[in-house]
């Protein structure tokens, strides 16, 4: 079974033929990170006009890179929750539309779902029951899952998800936008030991990262010589290469161990889990990959937003006897969960 899975919830364009929620045929992705680098961060507006104008390019080129015509397609999958609200009125819509156009069953698919189907498109297959841990851009979350397609939040952020803390934290040190991958790269050169960070005092599987940001932006305005007042955005302006790669290596190491320590609690909880899936943009971070050697990852292309894993997922619902939704109606939804 061949599937068009289309992604547009944040500041990708995507879109990937995959067959058997396996094998990926073609996989393209067209990032605005140059376009919002120059901004800091995503302006919501800016990313819906560029879903606009690369959609269909990027469907075409997603159906000519895997050799198929609209005949081979067997249904269209495509992120509808949670996300930018203007980001997913493009994707669904474009998605609706070529359902309609082509005749094919249409499958709306939660993105924290396609995130965990990630794991599911190289390698060996997890074993069930599991844990993932889904760790993006406005999401922290445990999930259990005991079978294909069932989820049980057992833990979540309670305030900042950890992409989101990585990138606050690049802003501070004036490290560019997205802040994962440049905090990581800043760190690399940096001492883990030089700043002692604060760990969240959050028992059971919940997580908070505000408090972090907050420890990272006292310690930089205390190594300084500067009072709290002093404004976040300056503090850049008067830090070395060599304080900023020792700032991101001990936040990034702290980051890696809050996100372990709860892996472990939940492990500890349910005796029961069989695996350990890691999902979402912020595992592609290396210091995490090396921290948790056990657990599945996605093929590092694989992490953040992509096509692919909107088919992963739109396959395994089919397989759990999910049925398509109208093309004439379909939703969509900015916050919902995935349990829902
Ligand atoms: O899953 P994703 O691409 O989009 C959302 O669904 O949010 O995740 C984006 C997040 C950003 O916060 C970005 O800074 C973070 O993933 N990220 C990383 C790395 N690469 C991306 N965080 C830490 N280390 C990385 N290498
Ligand atoms: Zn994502």
Redesign the pocket.
Known sequence: MKILGIET??DETAAAVVEDGAKILSNVVVSQIDIFAEYGGVIPEVAARSHLEAMMPVVNKALSDAGCTWEDIDAIAVTHAPGLLGSLLIGTLTARTLAILHDKPLYAVH?LKS?VYANWLSGEKPAFPLLALVI????TQILYMPAHNQFEIIGTTRDDAV??C??KVAKILGLPY????S??KAASEGDAEKCKLPHPKIEGLDFSFSGLKTAVLRAVQKELGLPISHPSYDLKNHLSEKQVADFAASFQKTAVEILCEKLALALEQHPDVQSVVIA???S???ALREALPEAYFPAPAL???NGAMVAAAAYYEIISGVEPTDPYSLNIYPRISIEK
């Open positions: 919830s944040c993105h995130h993006s851009g406005g999401h992409g989101e990585f990138d997205p802040g994962g991958p905090i990581a979402g943009g912020v592609a971070n290396k992490s953040g937003d």
